[in-house]
Antibody, heavy 121, light 108 residues
Framework: QITLKESGPTLVRPTQTLTLTCTFS??????????VGWIRQPPGKALEWLGI???????RYSPSLKNRLTITRDTSKNQVVLTMTNMDPVDTATYYC?????????????WGQGTLVTVSS | EIVLTQSPGTLSLSPGERATLSCRAS???????LAWYQQKPGQAPRLIIY???SRAAGIPDRFSGSGSGTDFTLIISRLDPEDFAVYYC?????????FGQGTKVEVK
């Protein structure tokens, strides 16, 4: 059974850099045609697609956030890391990582539980 | 970037009734790469439909998806009490993915 879990700080100060780690099991990013994406959801609001990394280390980012986002991976640890610079209170949200099977495109079939990140001084 | 507009914002129905949710794209969605997710309070989204009309594993057949191009529909044929939730569409055929703003299906 594929599982994913997000970890990282729950509170970040404005202008700081956020680093979140997604630790997954039961698939490999180095040998399978799969991907891991990041999605966020501000409290009471809709989902927002942030970016995705694929088994071949290619990446795609949201155009509105691409200057602030970096997604990297550590295949030996089965982890994907999201880095977002210059955090602002509007970035307060639950951040999810999710698996995409790349079958008929990169929809998300398994999701982590999410982690709430609050940006406040 | 493809913008998805979902309607209605809220759907008030009774258990056993039929729910029809709409998702309209600002431009044609390549290969009908359109998914639907269900989200309940405090939970992560759950995949319901992918490829516009394929049900995800374990999803009951009262859920069905249809559409192509710019217009897509999710139908819940007979609402079960566990189906009351927020539903999001997502396109993944563009250069980046995007989500709609959601439709809340609530108990009337």
């Amino acid at each position: 059974q594929i599982t994913l879990k997000e970890s990282g700080p729950t509170l970040v100060r404005p202008t700081q850099t956020l680093t979140l780690t997604c630790t997954f099991s039961d698939f490999s990013l180095s040998t399978s045609a799969v991907g891991v994406g990041w999605i966020r959801q501000p409290p009471g609001k809709a989902l927002e697609w942030l970016g995705i990394t694929y088994w071949d280390d290619s990446k795609r980012y949201s155009p509105s956030l691409k200057n602030r986002l970096t997604i990297t991976r550590d295949t030996s640890k089965n982890q994907v890391v999201l880095t977002m610079t210059n955090m602002d209170p509007v970035d307060t949200a639950t951040y999810y990582c999710a698996h995409t099977p790349l079958t008929f495109g990169d929809y998300f079939d398994y999701w982590g539980q999410g982690t709430l990140v609050t940006v406040s001084s | 970037e493809i913008v998805l507009t979902q309607s209605p914002g809220t759907l008030s129905l009774s258990p056993g009734e039929r729910a029809t949710l709409s998702c309209r794209a600002s431009q044609s969605v390549s290969s009908n790469y359109l998914a639907w997710y269900q989200q309940k309070p405090g939970q992560a989204p759950r995949l319901i439909i992918y490829g516009a009309s394929s049900r995800a594993a374990g999803i009951p057949d009262r859920f069905s998806g249809s559409g192509s191009g710019t217009d897509f529909t999710l139908i819940i044929s007979r609402l079960d009490p566990e189906d009351f939730a927020v539903y999001y569409c997502q396109q993944y055929g563009g250069s980046t993915g995007t989500f709609g703003q959601g439709t809340k299906v609530e108990v009337k």
